[in-house]
Nanobody
Framework: QVQLVESGGGLVQPGGSLRLSCQAS??????????MAWYRQAPGKQRELVAGITSLFITNYADSVKGRFTISRDNPKNTVYLQMNSLKPEDTAVYYC?????????????WGQGTQVTVSS
């Protein structure tokens, strides 16, 4: 069973930056053949897709983060990253990663513990 461990969250002022990391316990080959995505869930709201990256490194972003967030992956390290710049209070949420496929959504039924991002002055 693949385990996902998110890290890198914290408290940041509006306009600041954070870099999130998600490491998967899968083998390198298994990690590389799947798309990966970041999701977030704010209090009282449904979990939403933030950004995804396919096995061919094609990226997809929610309109709300385009131009501010960048998703990337390092297959030898089994890790996917989310660079978040120009953060806004509305970006406050718990951020999760998961395997992902375009048009399908998250592929793993279980989620990691997530990492809290709080944007506040």
């Amino acid at each position: 069973q693949v385990q996902l461990v998110e890290s890198g969250g914290g408290l940041v002022q509006p306009g600041g930056s954070l870099r999130l990391s998600c490491q998967a316990s899968a083998s390198r080959m298994e990690f590389s053949i799947y798309g990966m995505a970041w999701y977030r869930q704010a209090p009282g709201k449904q979990r939403e897709l933030v950004a995804g990256i396919t096995s061919l490194f094609i990226t997809n972003y929610a309109d709300s983060v385009k131009g501010r967030f960048t998703i990337s992956r390092d297959n030898p390290k089994n890790t996917v990253y989310l660079q978040m710049n120009s953060l806004k209070p509305e970006d406050t949420a718990v951020y999760y990663c998961n395997r992902w496929r375009v048009g399908v959504g998250p592929l793993l039924g279980s989620w990691g513990q997530g990492t809290q991002v709080t944007v506040s002055s």
